[in-house]
């Protein structure tokens, strides 16, 4: 039996009860078991932070996998379009919560490590960065049995083209800096804090306007096609409650995981960048990775690619400019201007993104190519000291 398969088959032209759909929703998944971890992590909040962080660690498996499930019963009904748009921002809505609350307690590199490893995630781990870690093992996976699968190459260039734009963001505060070296550093500073807040406005507008096309004028160049055969099997009531109900557990166990993650990186010996850029985006951005590699084994790539990029997409216009205007608004001194090395490594990740999705084509071989670079990447964060 598939992994994907439901252990217990629905029955044809039964009328969808709360009770129904939360029968198929728990035996949906063998990874369901593992939500026994889900109270547990609740009961031993009080313990040492290894404990804490394992707990909650392994909580947010099946919570992600879960949130994935309810996307693909919403996509059903609703389309792939809105269906990835939703995984996206319920996934990065944890993001957001684990970016202020360590805004809040003054961490602004932990909060940039973050975002650029969320970006690099998603658009690698479908490689091993967000960007690499989701989009190499959605190409992996979903590729493995297959000669290659098909996608729609002009959306994907679009979507390149808006995480070349949010590269862009960050190599001109770089850039700025390294211009102005023989300014004062108070004249450097204040001038990357006010490009750093209008640059935020300026994406926050692109992002609004990424949406009309998306889910008004363009809408057709991002619907999958159509499963005549694949029905929903939850309402659609049930299936947006255990979306809000898992994104505010997600958030939960993660806020704990972070809370826990100090002690924890002080035993074994970890820099505070590659926590932020490695661990964090695992947790936050789990249930986007394990929604996308879902879809991909179902040859659903378009519906891949538009949760694993939209959800770049969504970090670096929509998550890292509210971040910014936030500490803007609690005097906090959250800019673009990243380090120097961490700048390099995006642009060279998003390089290699675009050539590899450019024929809209993908196999086995170009998700591990991806997963290569998320290796070397977190390698070279690993040994990289702290500045």
């Not at 936050?284 to 959800?311: D, P, Q, R, Y």
């Not at 993104?353 to 993908?362: C, F, M, P, R, T």
Request: glycine letters at 6%.
């Amino acid at each position: 039996m598939s992994e994907h398969q439901p252990l217990l088959s629905p029955h044809e032209h039964t009328e969808i009860t709360f009770k129904s759909s939360l029968k198929y929703t728990l035996f949906s998944s063998k990874v369901n078991v593992l939500l026994i971890f889900v109270p547990i992590a609740f009961a031993l909040s009080g313990a040492s932070d290894s404990i804490v962080f394992t707990m909650n660690f392994i909580a947010i498996i099946p919570l992600a996998k879960l949130l994935g499930f309810a996307t693909e019963e919403i996509a059903l009904r609703a389309g792939s379009v809105l269906g990835s748009l939703l995984n996206a921002t319920f996934g990065n809505a944890v993001e957001l919560i684990l970016g202020m609350i360590a805004l809040k307690e003054g961490l602004v590199r932990v909060v940039q490590a973050s975002i650029l490893g969320s970006i690099l995630s998603n658009i690698l781990l479908i490689t091993h960065h967000p960007l690499f870690k989701v989009l190499g093992c959605c190409f992996l996976l979903g590729g493995w049995n297959r000669s290659e699968q098909e996608f729609n190459a002009t959306v994907a260039q679009t979507s390149t083209s808006l995480l070349g734009l949010t590269t862009l963001s960050l190599l001109i505060p770089a850039a700025f800096s390294a211009t102005t070296s023989g300014t004062s550093n108070e004249l450097t500073s204040s001038g990357i804090i006010n490009l750093s807040h209008g640059t935020a406005i300026v994406l926050l507008i692109v992002y609004i306007l990424y949406l009309v096309f998306q889910l008004k004028t363009h809408t057709e160049q991002f619907q999958d096609v159509a499963d005549d055969d694949e029905e929903p099997h939850t309402s659609l009531a049930f299936s947006v409650i255990t979306l809000l109900l898992i994104a505010c557990l997600i958030a939960f166990h993660a806020e704990h995981l972070v809370g826990a993650i100090e002690g924890v990186v002080e035993v074994w010996g970890l820099n505070e960048t590659f926590v932020g850029l490695i661990i964090l985006p695992i947790v936050g951005n789990a249930a986007e990775h394990v929604s996308s590699v879902t879809f991909a084994m179902k040859n659903k790539m378009n519906l891949c690619i538009g949760i694993a990029i939209s959800s770049s997409i969504q970090i670096g216009l929509l998550v890292c400019p509210i971040l910014v205007l936030t500490g803007w608004i609690i005097s906090i001194p959250m800019t673009f201007f990243f380090e120097i090395f961490e700048t390099v490594v995006l642009f060279s990740s998003v390089l290699i993104v675009n050539y590899l999705i450019a024929d809209g084509k993908s196999n086995w071989l170009e998700g591990a190519l991806l997963l290569a670079v998320y290796a070397i990447v977190a390698m070279a964060f690993y040994y990289h000291p702290e500045v």
